[in-house]
């Protein structure tokens, strides 16, 4: 789209929001759409309210949504101009840091809401200060709590509005694991590597190592490099392309915002992303993590005293190998392939203890947002 369409599509929101000035959602890139789709259509059901919907991606599927209670716009270069004029009783993003950078929370009295999409906690992985700004945060589960409030203490922040929500993308997965797993089997099953996009990830250290012992199994191999990874290192993945197109079961995949490889593959070989609690807890399946260096962006999580999840259940809901042993990891899959039944019912009760409102969480974030709405009107 072009700057002059971009402009009139800034027009058409600032139109519509002053017809429909309760909930404005805002996505930076169509693989979140996931995670604000359950909460919208509890929305939609519960309540009159119209859902505007600020995107800066053009491929966003809720572009191509036919419903007039969602109304999207494709605003994308001049969001850091229009953020502080936003007036809208909600506000939904799930862009961590938040008036840190060049993208300003509103000038007006707005509920800005952050909607986790990863089960992570807050202070390893995400920037020192990355939801200072955020005057509202829908927690996936205690985790998120007790890290907020202690950093609060340890900062001296004044404290914020923590609803405990759940992870309503979670339980989708889940949903569509179920109905894929009880459809007909394919023939090929799938094996599927998904790092992160941090210094030393797999894609940087030993995927050369890994794909040399697995293509030769009688899997399809997925390789799906990390947004950002793709973004900032594209070379590095046509180079992987270049290297493995040839063989018949290797497939490199893109587009993050598809989520069918992930639900169709047997086991999952990454690092430190977030996707491998997704993958065990939302549907039992085993993960096998390479342990590369630690994917750290705060380099000052240590002051809050908590052991972060992905560090704590790392051994609960896999199997983590050293990049040096990735010679062995075929032996590892099966092994770990072998034993993924006795294992599930473990998950299932992790999965209890850290996610709140299992089966409903869509409901509970949606309830909070109407009730905020008509509270303040």
């Known amino acids: 789209m072009g700057f002059f369409k971009e402009i009139g599509e800034v027009g058409k929101y600032f139109k519509a929001a002053k017809a429909a000035p309760e909930i404005t ?144 993308w979670l339980e989708e997965l889940e949903r569509n694991y179920r109905r894929i797993s009880s459809q007909q089997e394919s023939d090929k099953k799938k094996l599927l590597i998904a790092p992160s996009w941090h210094a030393g990830n797999i894609l940087e250290t030993c995927i050369d190592t890994i794909l040399e012992n697995i293509l030769p199994l009688p899997y399809e191999i997925v390789v799906r490099p990390h947004p950002e990874f793709i973004k900032r290192q594209g070379d590095k993945v046509k180079k992987l392309q270049e290297k493995y197109g040839d063989h ?43 342990d590369t260096p630690k994917k750290v962006h705060n380099p000052e999580y240590k002051k809050i005293g908590i052991v972060p999840l992905e560090d704590r259940i790392r051994n609960l809901i896999g199997t983590v190998i050293k990049p040096s042993d990735c010679i062995y990891i075929d032996r590892e899959i099966e092994k770990a392939l072998n034993n993924k039944e006795e294992k599930r019912e473990t998950l299932v009760n992790l999965r209890n203890d850290i996610i709140f409102n299992w089966g409903r969480s869509s409901e509970v974030g949606a309830d909070y947002i109407i009730q905020y709405c008509e509270e303040k009107q």
Not at 268 to 284: K, N, Q, R, V
């Open 248 to 290: 018949n079961n290797f497939f490199l995949e893109t587009n993050s915002a598809s989520s069918q490889n992930v639900q169709e593959s047997e086991l999952l070989i990454t690092d430190w992303s977030g996707i491998a609690i997704e993958f065990s807890l939302g549907m039992g399946k085993p993960v096998i993590f390479i």
């Open 25 to 168: 959602f805002y996505s930076e890139s169509s693989i979140y759409y996931q995670n604000f789709r359950g909460t919208i259509e509890a929305i939609l059901k519960k309540s009159d309210y119209k859902v505007l919907y600020i995107t800066s991606d053009a491929k966003d599927p809720v572009l191509n949504i036919s419903n007039d209670r969602i109304v999207p716009f494709y605003i994308n270069k001049l969001v850091p101009f229009i953020f502080p004029f936003i007036n809208t009783r909600i506000f939904v993003l799930t862009m961590a840091d938040l008036n840190k950078h060049h993208v300003k929370r509103s000038y007006y009295p707005v509920n800005h809401i952050y909607m986790f999409h990863a089960i992570n906690s807050i202070h390893l992985q995400y920037n020192q200060g990355a939801f200072d700004y955020y005057d509202t945060i829908f927690c996936v589960g205690p985790h998120h709590i007790e890290e907020i409030r202690k950093t609060e203490e340890v900062y001296n922040l004044p404290p914020k509005r923590l609803i405990n929500v759940g992870y309503s």
